[in-house]
């Protein structure tokens, strides 16, 4: 499972075989949830994170977004959309 980003005690991370559109899975003590990066940014499942934690996510998803979105090409494709 790469991990994109482990920021505020939160883990961001693809699973292996995941699908599109492109999202990230969440990680923080022992809670989880996924977020969708394109074509927009938003919560798609929760479980267990608290709201506060969750918009913290939520943040970094969208200030990291082209982080993000080059590492899902460079998993899943081996190649970097540099935008």
């Not at 990680?27 to 919560?43: C, F, H, M, T």
Request: hydrophobic share 40%.
């Amino acid at each position: 499972m790469p991990t994109v980003l482990y920021i505020f005690g939160i883990r961001f991370f693809f699973y292996p075989n995941d699908h599109e559109p492109i999202h990230v899975h969440v990680e923080y003590q022992g809670n989880s949830a996924k977020i969708q990066v394109e074509p927009s940014v938003r919560l798609i499942e929760n479980n267990g994170i608290k709201p506060q934690t969750i918009a913290k996510a939520i943040d970094t998803v969208v200030f990291y977004k082209n982080d993000i979105v080059n590492a899902w090409h460079e998993v899943f494709t081996g190649k970097t959309d540099n935008r």
